[in-house]
């Protein structure tokens, strides 16, 4: 284990080229500072500095100049957290679970510009399907959830409508209403409820489907569109301009996107956190 005492030491000995005035600066005598140079190279087993014959001028090795920036690095991390124990400012975690097939830049910008307005906070945020998310709440892992849902499925401190089409590459050719042909979706994981809407939508058709590629992430999916490996359904919000609109599907029932809680009181904290969600999402 290093000494920080002993990194400090080195590093004022490279920044003066001293041991003179590196003692000066630590309040130590020379050979005070030569002892703690000679100990920290016995430790770490290499020559990390270069003395001239007169002994008033001193380099650092390349091993020398290697230990330094890491001593910088450890030292300021000591420093960080010193401060950070010694604050009077009171750091309040909020934990909040957001769906997988959300759209991650978007709720980055947003939860972003909320932990700029509080700088007491620490934000924990947990990734997940709604479903996930929903045992999460149950279970106490976090207090707050963005989730996507049926409409007017349970209480909720906010929602919002989401309107479902079905998309395709723009370049891709999908099957005619009246060909036997498999249609290939791109699907998230089951539990998610735009999957339901189009296997739920395709079944009542009595049109035949397969899936042809799978994804947790919307990212994945949209990019699965893209390319034309399979149709999917996805929010208006989502839909890209290398999608285009599929024709002769199933009309899709809206689905909704609920802010909810664990079902305890919030704390400021917390409430400041789902006004703020709440005004971000309505605007």
């Known amino acids: 284990m290093l000494d920080l005492d002993l990194l400090n030491t080195l590093i004022c000995v490279v920044d003066e080229g001293s041991f003179t005035r590196a003692g000066e600066r630590v309040h130590r005598t020379q050979s005070t500072v030569s002892q703690q140079v000679r100990r920290l190279e ?11 014959r007169t002994g008033n001028q001193v380099t650092a090795t390349e091993h020398g100049e290697l230990l330094a920036q890491y001593a910088r690095r450890l030292l300021a991390l000591a420093q960080e957290a010193q401060d950070a124990l010694t604050s009077d400012v009171a750091v309040t975690p909020l934990r909040i679970g957001v769906p997988e097939d959300f759209d991650a830049r978007r709720m980055s910008a947003m939860l972003s510009g909320f932990v700029k307005t509080k700088p007491g906070v620490r934000l924990e945020t947990v ?11 149950s279970s106490g ?10 409409p007017a499925s349970g209480e909720c401190l ?3 409508p989401e309107s479902l089409v079905w998309v395709q590459g723009a370049n891709a050719q999908a099957p005619e209403p009246s060909s036997d042909e498999p249609i290939p979706l791109a699907l998230f994981p089951q539990g998610c409820v735009y999957r339901q809407r189009a296997i739920r939508g395709l079944d009542k058709a009595h049109r ?15 990019a699965a569109v893209s390319s034309g490996l399979g149709i999917s359904v996805l929010p208006t919000t989502a839909v890209l301009p290398e999608h285009r609109l599929c024709n002769g599907f199933p009309p899709l029932p809206p689905t909704e996107l609920a802010l909810v809680s664990s079902g305890g ?6 409430r400041a956190l789902v006004d703020f969600l709440v005004e971000e999402m309505s605007a």
């Open 265 to 270: 009181v919030l704390n400021a904290h917390q």
């Open 127 to 137: 990734a997940g399907m709604s479903a996930d998310l929903q045992r999460r709440l």
């Open 141 to 150: 892992e976090i207090e707050i959830a963005l989730v996507k849902r049926e």
């Open 158 to 160: 906010a929602a919002w």
């Open 42 to 52: 016995e430790l770490v087993g290499r020559t990390l500095l270069l003395r001239d």
């Open 208 to 222: 035949r489907w397969r899936v042809a590629f799978g994804s947790h992430s919307l990212t994945g999916i949209q």
